[in-house]
């Protein structure tokens, strides 16, 4: 897809993914809208080698979602793609659907359960690490939010990374600077993400999180030749896309209800119609 068609498509996951919310009453939609584009570019925009026939395929790219609670999105993609019936949407959040507040790898195109913090990147460098040993090209990826790296366990699985050679390995940071209660430098620091993992010794990559040139570019500086695993920190809004939730910490879970619901719907239907 080109540059236009992925912004539509992006619009179109954020539309769906707010009804999804709506409809089951629940759902981390802040989350969610901040790492979309991100999403897209991946599944959409060539980078990840993966397909529903592909999908058991041992030379498959891997994309592990350790911030599972934001899966909204996710699950929009995987269905629009045919991993599962896109009918399944329609039940998110019900009784009885095998689509939860977190994915599990029970899910086709879902590669770990996850959500609980801080376990996606050390997965993700045992999968590296595999590629490695086995002689296989695969790449993995790991989407990580910027408050999930308050995580010890992130700072031993880069400590790892590092020391491995994992240049098969991409961390994608989603910076949004707003962690589940409160903003992520009130409890964090102001040390800047890139910094934190310079000093892990990896090849870091800043980007402009909502931007797909800036996403794709990233990617192919990624896959460049270097010894190192990469790090892309995408700096992106917490609740891209809807005006009330944008950058506000309470919206990190939750549906819109009443007015807010009609104005949300409004806001993604003007985005569409003026290209935003």
Known sequence: MNIDKLSKKAKWIRSRALEMCINAGKGHLGG??????????????????????????SDRDRLI????HAML????????????????LEAYGKNGTM???????????????????GHGLSVACGLALSAKMNNKNFLTVAILGDAECNEGSVWEAATFGCNSKLNNLVAVVDNNRIGATDFTENFSG???????????????????????????????????????????IAETIKGKGISFM???????????????????????ADGDKNGN
């Open 32 to 57: 969610a809208f901040s790492c979309t584009e991100i999403l897209v570019a991946l599944y959409y925009g060539g980078i990840l080698n993966i397909s529903p026939l592909s999908k058991n395929n």
């Open 65 to 68: 979602f350790s911030k599972g």
């Open 73 to 88: 999105a996710l699950y929009v993609i995987l269905g629009d793609l045919g991993f599962f019936d896109a009918k399944e």
């Open 99 to 117: 689509l939860g507040d977190h994915p599990d790898h029970m899910i086709p195109g879902i590669e770990i359960a996850s959500g609980s913090l």
């Open 190 to 232: 102001s040390m800047p993400m890139e910094n934190k993992w310079q000093a892990f010794g990896w090849q870091t990559v800043k980007i402009d999180g909502h931007s797909f040139r800036d996403i794709l570019s990233g990617f192919e500086r990624a896959k460049q030749s270097t010894d190192r695993p990469t790090a892309i």
């Open 246 to 268: 944008e950058n506000k910490s309470n919206w990190h879970h939750g549906a819109p209800k009443g007015e807010l619901a009609i104005k949300a719907r409004q806001e993604l």
